[in-house]
């Protein structure tokens, strides 16, 4: 588009499902283990996540967040890629251990960036309100967090830099 929005098919913007799988609590926490984020949880910790995680899945195309709409939940990818439209230019993979939707979380601004299933996804979705308690339950959690959106801001500058260099 000539204003540099990504054009969607609204028909596109399916709500992703809550899995059908029935996954059980303790193949939930053996998901939650291999995600580097709660990679230093202990089993205690990783029972408690594993509370407050639901399973969704999405199929390819699915518009699991838009720019400037408010946030309420944050996703973890199992399986299956993202693509994240960091701007007109700029787009970026998430793979499996990967994770967005905290910005709008932590600082209640609407979301940065469009994020859209790349392939098909299974995700674990934390909602806004589990997500502020988990904080409290998991505290190195913070610090992977601050590490990741640390590198987020850099990326978003380089991005930006580059679409102001000119050509
Ligand atoms: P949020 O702003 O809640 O919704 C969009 C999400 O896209 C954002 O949180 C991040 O999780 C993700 N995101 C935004 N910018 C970047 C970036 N530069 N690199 C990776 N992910 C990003």
């Known amino acids: 588009m000539m204003d540099g929005s990504i054009a969607y098919d609204d028909r596109a913007l ?3 499902v809550r899995s059908a799988a029935g996954i059980r609590q303790d ?8 995600v ?10 990783l029972r408690a996540v594993a509370r407050i995680a639901e399973i969704f899945d999405a199929p390819a195309g699915t518009i699991l967040i838009r720019a400037g709409d408010p946030g309420e939940e944050f996703f973890l990818i199992v399986e ?7 701007s007109a230019r700029k ?10 939707g905290e910005m709008s979380l932590l600082d209640g601004e609407p979301r940065s960036a469009t994020v859209v299933a790349e392939s098909a996804l299974r995700l674990l979705v934390i909602r806004r309100r589990d997500f502020t308690a988990l904080f409290e339950k998991v505290p190195d959690m913070a610090r992977t967090l601050m590490a990741t959106l640390s590198r987020r801001v850099r990326q978003a500058e380089r991005a930006l830099d580059t679409s102001r ?3």
């Open 165 to 167: 260099r000119p050509r």
């Open 14 to 16: 399916l709500e992703p």
């Open 27 to 34: 193949e939930k926490m053996e998901r939650l283990e291999a």
């Open 36 to 45: 580097p984020l709660f990679g230093g949880c202990t089993r205690r910790q």
């Open 80 to 86: 299956g890629t993202a693509r994240v439209h960091v």
């Open 91 to 100: 787009r970026l993979r998430l793979r499996p251990g990967d994770f967005f």
